[in-house]
T-cell receptor, first 113, second 114 residues
Framework: DAGVIQSPRHEVTEMGQEVTLRCKPI?????LFWYRQTMMRGLELLIY????????DSGMPEDRFSAKMPNASFSTLKIQPSEPRDSAVYFC???????????FGPGTRLTVT | AQSVTQLGSHVSVSEGALVLLRCNYS??????LFWYVQYPNQGLQLLLK??????LVKGINGFEAEFKKSETSFHLTKPSAHMSDAAEYFC????????????FGAGTRLAVHP
């Protein structure tokens, strides 16, 4: 069974460019979470969806960040325009309502120069 | 509000020694508790979980954790550390708000010395 798939695994971009991170959750999971991890701030929850509907985006740092989940098998996190302080590892995780655990993808390492 | 406190951001043990990573939680409802491990340049991997029932929970790689309601603790242990156990460990509690949201602790980095 395939785990959570994220792409790209690494992204290097220049300040001001648009960045799109992609996530494919585990089939059958109905919850999806986007996290950001940095040395300074640790693991931060940005936004989460249930049955493709955004539930809480209070962790999204600025209006430059947006996320969508057009269907049960795909989600995107977009940063426009990107800034050097957005450099981090971005994780996507999915789960099923009930058991509680989340399964994490391998992450996307974003570097904004 | 729920919260998780991991005592000790860094723990160092010798190979073969007991591993003890501490986690205390705060929850207004019966908690679902989790331990995750993160190896360098990888995502978080579920080690074990407690939902209901037996308070001693066994996980992968020889780890186990015991839920102690009276102490609001869920400490992670392993009898004998291996070099491959060097990683960061996160304790988490499921949010009472539903939707499988987890509240994570700040993490404990485990170093294992030969």
């Amino acid at each position: 069974d395939a785990g959570v798939i994220q792409s790209p695994r690494h992204e290097v971009t220049e300040m001001g460019q648009e960045v799109t991170l992609r996530c494919k959750p585990i089939s059958g999971h109905n919850s999806l979470f986007w996290y950001r991890q940095t040395m300074m701030r640790g693991l931060e929850l940005l936004i989460y969806f249930n049955n493709n509907v955004p539930i809480d985006d209070s962790g999204m740092p600025e209006d430059r960040f947006s996320a969508k989940m057009p269907n049960a098998s795909f989600s995107t996190l977009k940063i426009q325009p990107s800034e050097p302080r957005d450099s981090a590892v971005y994780f996507c995780a999915s789960g099923r309502t009930g058991p509680g655990e989340q399964y994490f993808g391998p992450g996307t390492r974003l570097t904004v120069t | 509000a729920q919260s998780v406190t991991q005592l000790g951001s860094h723990v160092s043990v010798s190979e073969g020694a007991l591993v003890l990573l501490r986690c205390n939680y705060s929850s207004s409802v019966p908690p679902y508790l989790f331990w995750y491990v993160q190896y360098p340049n990888q995502g978080l991997q579920l080690l074990l979980k407690y939902t209901t029932g037996a308070t001693l929970v066994k996980g992968i790689n020889g780890f186990e954790a015991e839920f102690k309601k009276s102490e609001t603790s869920f400490h992670l242990t392993k009898p004998s550390a291996h070099m491959s156990d060097a990683a960061e460990y996160f304790c988490a509690v499921r949010s009472s708000g539903g939707y499988n949201k987890l509240i994570f602790g700040a993490g404990t980095r485990l170093a294992v010395h030969p």
